[in-house]
Structures are given as structure tokens and as C-alpha cells.
């Protein structure tokens, strides 16, 4: 629970870099013990479902986790309801879930457990939103982050590009939500600090999304379905979840495949080769609403700023700026 409120108000400006999931949560955060939060994002302001070129991820499939969940209903009191009521499909996951992994489906039950499914820039949209109500928050877009400013021990602002000049902003805490390109380790590195070790995983694996209007008319026991992979002996797998609007996201991913579905036809070919024949039976007679969109994602990676001897005082670095993971690889 965060305790709230101005009587813990001792600092005067938060700056959040990046104004996305990490960036608007630690601003929410940051709101009840600063007299000023501003965030500085780099992308024009979004529409609720609109895609944007800061977030390359955003068009492909996302599980909003419960204990993220959870957490966002703390912070946002009745977002859960809000979305659902806009369009989220609440599931349980362990019985509207069809899931077929280590060469067999899952035992479905009941487990009283429901999640709530949307696309991100659904998700996005909202916080967002609920951020716009609180008046100490400010968001700059169209404002680029170049680098900290220091006094040699303390980070005591960011130095800014905005369309038409570099500004400087002041801060009493700054805070490194920039995502998964976060230049971080570089800015500390100007500064005088030693880069942070990082540690890689390489996956290489990609996502292929689209989605769909209308699923084939065929008889379906699921809400959701997820036919997984056993890399590296099996390397394809693919997925189907409602997302708002009443349409479907569907998911194919592989490890290590050269050559992901390039165009609409792959897509098709690629679901028709699954070891299961049920992401291909669920879309083939289907109605799709987008193209085929890519993304490849190499490496999980952590920087390990923990180690570092000497780190600058008002500077915390979140989100996948700090550990970029992809919270929905199953475990072997
Ligand atoms: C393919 C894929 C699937 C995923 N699936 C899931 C899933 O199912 N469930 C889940 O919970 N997570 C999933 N994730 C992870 C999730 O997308 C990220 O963890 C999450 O978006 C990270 O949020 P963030 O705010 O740290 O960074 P981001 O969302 O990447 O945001 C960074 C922000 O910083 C801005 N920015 C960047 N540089 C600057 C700068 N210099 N100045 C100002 N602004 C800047 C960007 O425009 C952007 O708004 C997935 C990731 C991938 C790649």
C-alpha cells in the first residue's frame, strides 16, 4: 500500500525519462511525494489504441500478468472495471485457457483466478488516462532525452531535445523508464561512472501478430488458446487471445527460425505447420483486420547496475531500461 500524501511531501521535482508503462507508473508513484512529476517522452501524445514508434513492441501479443494486475488497481482504484467495461475480456487462465505444451493439453479447472485480456495499447490507453487526472503530473511529448546533468555525485537533471532547441530541466530525482534502448549505461559512462556489466540470454525468437474480426465458424471450448513450443527440438508454436472491440490477437512465434511469416500468406502457411492443427483450424475461414506484424526479440537482458562501486545519488533506472524480460516465456 502507498501511504499517502502531502504530509510526505519533502522534494520538490521527480523527472520520469519515458513515458510509457514503467514511466507512468513510477510517476503515479512519485505524485504523492513530490510537489511536481514530469514526464518527458520522446513520441507525440497517443490516442487510446494507437500504435506509436517508441513502443516497436506494441502491436504484438501481451498477458497482462495478476500480480500486475493487482498492482495497477492499487494505483489506479477501479482501472480493472473500467477496462472491462470498455472492452477487456476477463478469463481464467486455467479454464478458458486451451494450452498444449511438452506433447499434451493442460487438465483445465477451475481456479477462481481471472485475468484480464487486451491489447497493450488498450492497456496503455488507460493508465494514460488516469495519469491526465492527476494534477501534479506533466507530460512533455515530442521530448528527447539526450543526457543527465550531474554535480558530480548527484544526478541533478536531463538535458532535452525538443523540436526546436535543447532544453535542461532540474530534477531532485530522476528516474530512467526509456524501455528496452535505454542509453542509461552510455550517459553514465559521459559522465564518469563505469558502465554496468549486462547479462544476455539470446532467444532469438519473433512474434508474428495479427488480428482478426471473426475466428472460422467452428465449435471452440476455449476463450484463449496457446500451442507452445519445446525449443530447441521444437521451435513453433502460436496462440490466439480475445482482446477488446470483440476481436482476436493471434500470435506465432518460433526460436531460432530464419525466416518468420514475411506476408499474409506466410502467416496462414506457418499456422497450417504447427504440431497442432488448431490455431490453423481457428483463422483459416477467419476475417483478419491487420497485416502481418514482425518483431524479433534476440536477447533477454539485464544491466547489473547493482555492482556498480560508485552509481550517482537521484538517479533510479526501472522498467526494461533496467531488465528487459519476456514475462510470457513458460518455463521448460
Ligand atoms: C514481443 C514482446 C512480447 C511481450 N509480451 C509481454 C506480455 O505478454 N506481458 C507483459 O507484461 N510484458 C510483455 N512484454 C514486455 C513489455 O512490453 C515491456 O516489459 C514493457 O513495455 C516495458 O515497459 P517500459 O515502460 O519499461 O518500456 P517501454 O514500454 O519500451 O517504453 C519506453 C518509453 O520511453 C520512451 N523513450 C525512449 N527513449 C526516450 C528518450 N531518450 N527520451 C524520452 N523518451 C524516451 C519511448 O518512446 C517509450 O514511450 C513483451 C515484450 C516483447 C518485446
Avoid at 478469463?91 to 511438452?102: E, R, T
Avoid at 530512467?176 to 559522465?191: C, D, I, P
Avoid at 537482458?301 to 555492482?307: A, G, I, L
Wanted: proline share 5%.
Amino acid at each position: 500500500m502507498i501511504e499517502s500524501n502531502t504530509q510526505y511531501i519533502e522534494k520538490k521535482t521527480a523527472i520520469v525519462i519515458g513515458g510509457s508503462i514503467a514511466g507512468m507508473l513510477a510517476a503515479r508513484v512519485l505524485s504523492e511525494f513530490f510537489e511536481e512529476v514530469i514526464i518527458i517522452e520522446k513520441d507525440p501524445k497517443s490516442t487510446k489504441r494507437q500504435l506509436r514508434k517508441g513502443i516497436p513492441q506494441g502491436a504484438q501479443g501481451h498477458v497482462l500478468l495478476k500480480s500486475g494486475e493487482e498492482i495497477l488497481e492499487e494505483l489506479f482504484p477501479g482501472l480493472i472495471d473500467e477496462m472491462i467495461k470498455e472492452g477487456s475480456v476477463p478469463a481464467d487462465f486455467a479454464n478458458d485457457l486451451a494450452w498444449h505444451h511438452h506433447g499434451s493439453w493442460k487438465i483445465k479447472y477451475d481456479s477462481g483466478l481471472s485475468i484480464i485480456q487486451q491489447s497493450r495499447t488498450f492497456l496503455e490507453g488507460h493508465i494514460r488516462r488516469r495519469i491526465d487526472r492527476i494534477g501534479n503530473i506533466h507530460t512533455l511529448y515530442n521530448t528527447k532525452v539526450k543526457g543527465l546533468l550531474t554535480d558530480g555525485s548527484r544526478v541533478t537533471g536531463i538535458e532535452a531535445e525538443t523540436a526546436d532547441e535543447m532544453v535542461e530541466f532540474s530534477s531532485d530525482l530522476t528516474v530512467e523508464t526509456s524501455g528496452a534502448s535505454s542509453l542509461a549505461a552510455q550517459w553514465l559512462k559521459k559522465l564518469g561512472f563505469t558502465t554496468p556489466e549486462k547479462t544476455e540470454v539470446k532467444v532469438n525468437l519473433f512474434y508474428a501478430n495479427r488480428i482478426y474480426r471473426k475466428l472460422s465458424p467452428i465449435q471452440r471450448e476455449w476463450k484463449s488458446l496457446l500451442v507452445y513450443p519445446n525449443p530447441p527440438a521444437q521451435a513453433c508454436g502460436g496462440g490466439i487471445s480475445p482482446t477488446e472491440d470483440n476481436q482476436w490477437m493471434i500470435t506465432l512465434l518460433g526460436y531460432g527460425v530464419k525466416s518468420p511469416p514475411a506476408d499474409n500468406n506466410d502467416f496462414l502457411e506457418y499456422a497450417k505447420n504447427l504440431e497442432q492443427p488448431h490455431v490453423y483450424e481457428a483463422i483459416k475461414d477467419g476475417e483478419p483486420v491487420t497485416d502481418t506484424e514482425v518483431y524479433r526479440f534476440p536477447a533477454l537482458r539485464r544491466f547489473h547496475f547493482e555492482k556498480l562501486k560508485s552509481f550517482p545519488k537521484g538517479l533510479i533506472v526501472m522498467g526494461d531500461a533496467f531488465c528487459r524480460i519476456d514475462p510470457v516465456l513458460p518455463r521448460g
